[in-house]
């Protein structure tokens, strides 16, 4: 299964924030750690501020932090929001949809991904020591946007 960029990106931010608990970070700061667009970011933030996954502050002095916990949020839980159900095919106008026993294999793959993905939180995979110098602000020259 290979998951979108926006669900990458989604996962990124999450991550940068928990790194920084309870601090509010800008989405420029965010982009310019994973050296990523602002412009794809800022739709990502929004979207998992309606999600219940961000507090996002507007105004001067404003940017977003995590809404809950970074232990209280699971990888999966934040996969099934950004991937839209996210099936591995299109089985629902296949003619052989009936009959087929790929659709009920593709069915217990997709729950077994799911269930690997739970068990892991953002605190987990963003509570690495290489990961903390690794989102280092970045010098003004090597923080080039893609």
């Known amino acids: 299964m290979k998951l979108t960029r926006y669900t990458d990106y989604a996962l990124r931010v999450l991550m940068h924030l928990a790194e920084r608990p309870g601090r ?17 970011l800022m739709k990502v933030v929004q979207d998992l501020g ?7 502050v507007r105004g001067r002095g404003g ?13 999966g839980e934040v996969v099934r929001v950004t991937e839209d159900d996210c099936p591995l095919v299109d089985c629902a106008n296949c003619a052989l949809a009936p009959g087929c026993g790929l659709t009920g294999a593709l069915a217990e793959a997709r729950r077994a991904f799911f269930a690997v993905l739970d068990r892991y939180t953002i605190a987990q995979v963003a509570k690495r020591p290489e ?10 020259e090597a923080g080039t946007q893609v």
């Open 131 to 140: 990961l903390a110098s690794l989102l280092a602000p970045l010098p003004a």
């Open 50 to 56: 309606r999600a219940g996954f961000l507090d996002n």
């Open 63 to 75: 940017g977003v932090r995590l809404a809950r916990p970074a232990d209280a949020i699971t990888v």
């Open 24 to 40: 509010l970070a800008s989405i420029a700061e965010i982009a310019g750690a994973y050296r990523i667009s602002q412009n794809h």
